[in-house]
């Protein structure tokens, strides 16, 4: 069976391809499974989805929202505290696919079975790290999935936009998509060509989202009720609370009663137009996001509005109703149309991809720069190598990697590599949003390869070997590099990550 899955902050949905139609599988509880996770405190048993979901407000049980997110930051070692335990993460994101696994075949109208093979397109946050897409891998292996493709969140929603409403428009072939969810924010400009998207240029906010949102209402409903600190259970109970009311929220809705019974209050009313003004700032963000899009294409120039056959609203943050009324004021009125599902566009266009006789085709790039801190001046001063500039192209799904070479003369013992990536470069600065990566140590001299090289003096030599290093860019944004001293052959190749 070929999945699309859409591993989202908040929901994980997940479609079929079913003979060229794209069906949303139902569980139990609806159309998605709630990103969670709880631990019973005392036993440590670990539910996840639905079933923590049962179990949030009972006693002794804490409750791991927004697991992605945890992501964001997150290296193959991280562990994360829950109560008094400690919890690897990637074992945590593991243990929630599994379960998925388990609700796909027990609790879904999928019509699977135990034994069958499941394959799928999984999506990620456009502004992704190389970890996140490590760990989010690594996870579904562990969950009993084979992954076929790792695909961009807008760039997979591209696709269903596409085999939506492709061929009643097909001269503009420009698109961007807003794609807010619970926990990022992503806009990509696509170029639509026949049944191949390109992805022109993407920028995004790494931690902005319906979680943000609620947030905000949930700061002004404690600022209006006079309430203090509250303690975990009972913010717990008042952040859903309000997240409810979110998303009861109308074009038509004038004001709202928000339930204080977990902190022994009378009901609130707030105006809708309160709730607005404290969520403005963030929908503001995204709209700032958006509009350097159409200036950074590939071909020289900007990009004018009536080339682009419009802003395709997907995520659940969409359907808030403050950001289709300033996407409108901004953009136009004629421009901006949301999905007709905005909580699956995404799990649709994986399984729209993943279709091979419906032959789509992605080319996808980089959204950061990737380099390494080197030294410059005859060691005077520091510049920053960037090996894979953003707008890289990323090679598609069993295309062979994209390979770059740096040969030198050594100048010390031992070779120290610090990588990171960013959002922007100022001349040869990394600037924007700096993302530390792995530090990696190399011996160039040849009696330092039988020890630890952590405690080793790094020291400036006359005249070293001369040094290679390769560079490979694999489909899913992973980067690795193999280092060799030509002088004897000697090599070492790591898989850096964040």
Known sequence: MRLGIDFGTTHTVVTLVDRGNYPVVSFDGGDFVPSLVALQERT????????????RHEPGWTVVRSLKRALDDAGPQTEIAIGSWRLSLLDLTSGFFSALHRELVERSNAGLTADEA????????????????????????????????????????????????????????????????GGTFDASLLRMTGKTNEVVATNGVRRLGGDDFDDAILALVLDRAAVGTLDGAARAVLLEECARQKENLSPNTRRILVDLAAI???????????????????????????????????????????????????????????????????????????????????????AIFLDREAGWALEERLSRHFGVFRESEAGTDVAFDAIFPKGTIVPAPGAAPVSVTRRYRAAHNVGHFRFLECTRLTGDRPDGDVTPWDEVLFPFERSLRVR???????????????????????????????????????????TLRR
Request: aromatic share 10%; with cysteine; hydrophobic share 40%.
């Open 44 to 55: 440590g048993e670990r539910r996840y989805g639905w079933g923590a979901f049962a179990v």
């Open 264 to 350: 022994g209050k009378e009901p609130l009313v707030l105006s809708a137009d309160e709730i607005y003004a404290a969520c403005a700032p963030l929908v503001q963000r995204s709209v700032e996001a958006v509009e350097p899009l159409l200036a950074d294409s590939d071909r020289g120039s900007a990009i004018a509005w009536s080339e682009v056959a419009g802003l395709y609203v997907v995520g659940g943050g969409g359907l808030f109703p403050l950001v289709t009324r300033v996407l409108k004021e901004r953009f136009g009125e004629k421009r901006v149309r949301r999905s007709p599902h905005p909580f699956a566009a995404t799990g649709m266009g994986l």
């Open 118 to 181: 499941l394959h799928a397109a999984v999506s990620v946050p456009a502004n992704a790290t190389t970890a996140q897409r490590f760990l989010t891998l690594e996870a579904f292996k562990a969950g009993g999935f084979a992954v076929e493709a790792l695909l961009n969140e807008p760039s997979a929603a591209g696709f269903e936009y596409a085999h939506r409403y492709r061929r009643a428009d097909p001269k503009r072939e420009y698109l961007v998509v807003y794609d807010l969810g």
């Open 452 to 494: 630890s090289l952590t405690t080793a003096d790094v020291k400036r030599r006359a005249e070293g070997p001369e040094v290679v290093e390769t560079y490979l860019l694999g489909s899913e944004g992973a980067v690795s590099m193999t280092v060799t001293d030509t002088s004897d052959g000697f090599t070492r190749t790591f």
